[in-house]
T-cell receptor
């Protein structure tokens, strides 16, 4: 399973766009990149998943360069409620593979 | 939107007692998981379950732990003789198993406090 590296913490203000970058230099051909969000005392919540280029849903965008050695989660116009830990995970798309969580990025959104 | 539900939300027990944590996965999902998160630490994988048997388990999942899908809707985690270090949030997750994406959907968790 590919190891990931992401910033421990980030600060932002309401209304700003936030970009969280994750490095995964040894990503394998079959690996997908998946981001989860976790609020305190709650379970992780799936945000977005991608393989290459750009993926967008109602919550976020995921940008993946051609070499796939990194990815960037983009949260448009964050609000206070986006304060959470964001995890970047890399692994094979086929279940039942376990998810391996790192320490994630604690995003703190201020008014 | 379908969701994974876990009960109870908080369980307090005495050291050495047995506890059963309950989960109702999303109804059409085929793969089930338990994870735990000790306060301030990472989310850790415990076990995965498919077709009524364990697919994979971690080193944490020793003989004190067991899982069961007793009735086709519930998925339980039993800890036979709890230790102080078992105090943690326990999360259940499920996955469709449709072969295209390993997206796991998590419950809100059960906070286990061992006294």
């Amino acid at each position: 399973l590919a190891k990931t590296t992401q910033p421990i913490s980030m600060d932002s203000y309401e209304g700003q766009e936030v970009n969280i970058t994750c490095s995964h230099n040894n990503i394998a051909t079959n690996d997908y990149i998946t981001w989860y969000q976790q609020f305190p005392s709650q379970g992780p919540r799936f945000i977005i998943q991608g393989y290459k280029t750009k993926v967008t849903n109602e919550v976020a965008s995921l940008f993946i360069p051609a070499d796939r050695k990194s990815s960037t989660l983009s949260l448009p116009r964050v609000s206070l409620s986006d304060t959470a830990v964001y995890y970047c995970l890399v692994g094979d798309s086929l279940p039942p593979h376990k998810l391996i969580f790192g320490t994630g990025t604690l995003l703190a959104v201020q008014p | 939107e379908p969701e994974v539900t876990q009960t109870p939300s908080h369980q307090v027990t005495q050291m050495g007692q047995e506890v059963i944590l309950r989960c109702v996965p999303i109804s059409n999902h085929l793969y089930f998981y338990w994870y735990r998160q000790i306060l301030g630490q990472k989310v850790e994988f415990l076990v995965s379950f498919y077709n009524n048997e364990i697919s994979e388990k971690s080193e944490i999942f020793d003989d004190q732990f067991s899982v069961e899908r007793p009735d086709g809707s519930n998925f339980t985690l039993k800890i036979r003789s709890t230790k102080l270090e078992d105090s943690a949030m326990y999360f259940c997750a499920s996955n469709t198993g449709d072969g295209s994406k390993n997206i796991q959907y998590f419950g809100a968790g059960t906070r286990l406090s061992v006294l």
